[in-house]
């Protein structure tokens, strides 16, 4: 009984995670990037993987220098890699892990981008695409599909064809928008 409370009850750091992006959505990077690290040292370094993931996904959008970003879509992938479906069951709204990988990897390939690492941008965007059978058919899965598109147009020296404006985070060459939509935890 007790397991099954613990279970359906809220998970604060996770809370806590969401209102820290609703911070940087609302314009605040600096502060945002600072109780992302405050929240960090909480979690620490063998936290709870889901926790480390989740943070660390969005960590990345905060930082200024694409090394950095680079360093924490890097650790997200390694905490995502310790998940276990079992341990995503007691989460209302976070997706299987197999649907994290889509996201995770073209992530990494803009990173890889941004730092003039094309052929390791194309190992990841080739992950991206090999996992994008876990996406929904929704917004956010639409979304990731269309960014990976867009990143295999430009490394194939198109880039963006049909105008739209790109969701995901900036910085990438000239400008452009080069990494998915980032699911709100």
């Not at 660390?56 to 879509?73: K, R, V």
């Not at 094309?118 to 991206?128: D, P």
């Amino acid at each position: 009984m007790a397991e099954r409370q613990e279970q359906a009850a809220p998970d604060a750091v996770m809370t806590r995670i969401g209102q820290v992006v609703m911070l940087h959505h609302g314009g605040d990077r600096e502060e945002a990037r600072d109780r992302f690290l405050r929240l960090w040292a909480e979690i620490g370094e063998e936290g709870d993987p889901l926790h480390r993931c989740t943070l660390a996904h969005y960590m990345a959008d905060t930082q200024d220098d694409p090394a950095d970003e680079l360093a924490w879509d890097l650790r997200a992938l390694s905490a995502a890699q310790e998940l276990a479906d079992e341990r995503l069951a007691g989460h209302d709204g976070v997706l299987a892990v197999r649907a994290f990988y889509p996201s995770l990897h073209l992530n990494l390939a803009a990173d890889y981008v941004k730092l003039g690492r094309c052929e390791a941008a194309r190992v990841h965007l080739h992950r991206a695409r090999g996992a994008v059978g876990a996406l929904g058919d929704d917004g956010y899965g639409d979304g990731v599909r269309a960014a990976i598109g867009r990143l295999e147009r430009r490394l194939a020296g198109e880039g963006p064809t049909d105008g739209a404006p790109e969701p995901g985070p900036l910085d990438g060459p000239g400008g452009g928008r080069l990494g998915p939509p980032r699911r709100r935890p």
